[in-house]
């Protein structure tokens, strides 16, 4: 029985200090942000911003677009077969353009860039830890979370909300595609229906969430970098580990989201 | 006064302890070598000096500043008076050799680029790699890499330069002509130089004085001759290259012995 009780001790401990070290992570790492900011910052942060940017945003367009586009004409398609039954087919421009703009959109994109870019920083971040880099950057007087970290948060701050709104675009773009082969709805019209439909707080809640699942993304991967212990086998744990924290947490966040926009009547 | 001064340290990992309350001075302009078989403490003992790292008592004092108890921003301006080349070389894989060695001088100086191009240049060309700064830490060799770990350490003109296992995995004559940088370096440019290192005609070619650890305590320490000539045990094991454990190893070959014996192997 003691045994039982220990190990949930251990257990409860060793995630209060996970969740304790990406606090202290966070907070470092927005002390850190201005220098990778251009013009005001350090000019080399700023570059390596703009690198991290084209991986994390400009890489991931190709899979974020093709997944938004066959969510998207899945979920018209899905809900075009139940809502044709109760006469509401026009129904289906609202569930697409309101359930991306608020809620698939930014989901696809955080699980799309978590599998892509978040296990590229755990292993980035973990080879670096083995291979003694980030001791390197210290006797250099210079903060690993300045230095790896900084560009790569403000980078996905940017990225992953742009990448939102284009995936938002074409699953909406996929819907009305649907749309017209089925119903010959034409695409202005489809486009109006559109418009009607989504409101601005809809687009901010998405953004907002966006903006979370960034900071859980690049914190979650780089934390689980930094934590790597022992060769090169404990970076491809850590990688793992990075994916499957990441997306879980993003999931958590998005229900913690929905529900207080739910009722608070933002949604 | 020491330019380094080691006071009661001790080191302990998960309750073991790895370093036993050793004392160590090092005067400026000399070269120290950290000589001991591995596991003794070396790197830790590195690692510790180079404030990389918090022991569980003691101080380690550098240019008069306890590092293990002072500010971020005071160890940050001690560690612009060390160089440290890592055991691995830790050239960071995303930039070229002469954006290694470059970096420092980005980083704390207000350098014109003109100027910092030559300075790297003047850096690589001391250690033999002017004609291969363009290249990346992946296309060189291992004493190559040593070198260019060399000439970043040299980058900020430290009055410390510290190197861990130099010429370790490198062929003899690779290895030579590293100490042969070494001797150089100190010549030229005055420096206080600590090596660790367990290959013994390196430590007693580029020594002033070595401390031998054995099992986290200094078993001996003064300068080459007074080594060469100890009688200490634990030095006489080392220079001899007595193995660990004589009664140990017969005991294992007599067990082999009657196990080949029992199943029938000599019949």
């Known amino acids: 029985m003691a045994t039982v009780f220990e190990d949930v001790g251990k257990r409860a401990i060793e995630h209060l200090d996970y969740v304790g070290s990406l606090n202290i992570q966070l907070w470092s790492t927005l002390r850190a942000m201005k220098t990778a900011l251009p013009l005001v910052g350090n000019r080399y942060r700023w570059q390596a911003t703009v690198r991290q940017m084209l991986q994390i945003g400009y890489d991931a367009l190709p899979m974020v677009s093709l997944m938004a586009a066959c969510s998207g004409f899945i979920l018209a398609m899905q809900g075009a077969s139940e809502l044709r039954r109760f006469g509401a087919l026009s129904y289906v421009v ?26 590229a920083f755990a292993a980035e971040i973990g080879t670096m830890k083995v291979t003694e880099e980030l001791d390197s950057l210290r006797v250099l007087a210079l903060e690993p979370i300045e230095f790896v970290l900084a560009p790569k948060y403000l980078a996905a701050l940017i990225c992953i909300p742009c990448l939102s709104i284009i995936s938002n675009s074409f699953g909406i773009i996929a819907g009305g595609m649907f749309m017209f082969f089925s119903t010959r ?55 793992t580990s990075a994916v499957v924290k990441s997306t879980f947490l993003v999931i958590v966040a998005d229900a913690i989201f929905t529900t207080i926009f739910y009722f608070t009547g933002a949604r | 006064m020491p330019i380094i001064s080691v006071r009661d340290l001790v080191v302990e990992y998960e309750g073991r302890r790895i370093l036993n309350k050793l004392n160590l001075d090092i005067e400026a302009g000399e070269t120290m070598v950290l000589l001991g078989g591995s596991g003794s403490g070396k790197s830790t003992l590195l690692r510790q000096i180079i404030g990389l790292e918090r022991p569980r008592s003691g101080s380690v004092i550098v240019k008069g500043v306890d590092i293990t108890n002072c500010s971020s921003s005071e160890l940050k301006r001690i560690r612009h008076s060390i160089g440290v080349a890592f055991q691995s070389a830790a050239l960071f894989n995303s930039l070229s050799v002469e954006e290694n060695v470059a970096l420092p001088l980005r980083e704390h100086t207000a350098l014109a680029p003109s100027i910092i191009d030559l300075m790297v240049w003047m850096k690589l060309a001391v250690v033999g790699l002017a004609d291969f700064g363009k290249l990346y830490p992946q296309a060189l060799s291992g ?31 690779v290895a030579a002509g590293l100490d042969e940088l070494i001797l150089l370096l100190k010549r030229t440019f005055q420096m206080t130089v600590i090596v660790v290192t367990h290959e013994m005609a390196s430590a007693f070619h580029i020594a002033d004085r070595v401390a031998m650890l054995y099992q986290g305590s200094f078993s001996s320490v003064g300068t080459k001759e007074e080594i060469k000539a100890s ?9 001899d290259r007595v193995p660990e454990d004589m009664a140990r190893a017969s005991a294992v070959s007599a067990y082999f012995e009657k196990y080949l014996k029992r199943n029938g192997a000599f019949q």
Request: glycine fraction near 10%; charged fraction near 20%; aromatic fraction near 4%.
């Open chain 1, 94 to 119: 609202d569930l697409v353009a309101v359930g991306f703009t608020r809620e698939l959109g930014p989901l696809l994109t955080a699980i799309a860039v978590s599998g892509r870019s978040g296990s």
């Open chain 2, 143 to 173: 004493g190559m890499k040593k070198r260019g770990a060399v000439a970043r350490a040299l980058a900020l003109d430290p009055e410390i330069l510290v190197l861990d296992e130099p010429s370790a995995g490198l062929d003899p004559i």
């Open chain 2, 231 to 239: 009688q200490n045990p634990r030095v006489r094991q080392f220079l």
């Open chain 1, 185 to 239: 709805l034409a695409p202005l019209l489809y486009l109006r229906y559109v418009m009607e439909s989504i409101a601005l707080r809809d687009v901010i809640t998405g953004l907002i969430k966006s903006l979370a699942f960034a900071t859980i993304i690049a914190h979650v991967g780089s934390l689980e970098g930094f934590r790597v212990r022992g060769g090169p086998d404990s970076v491809g744990r850590s990688t």
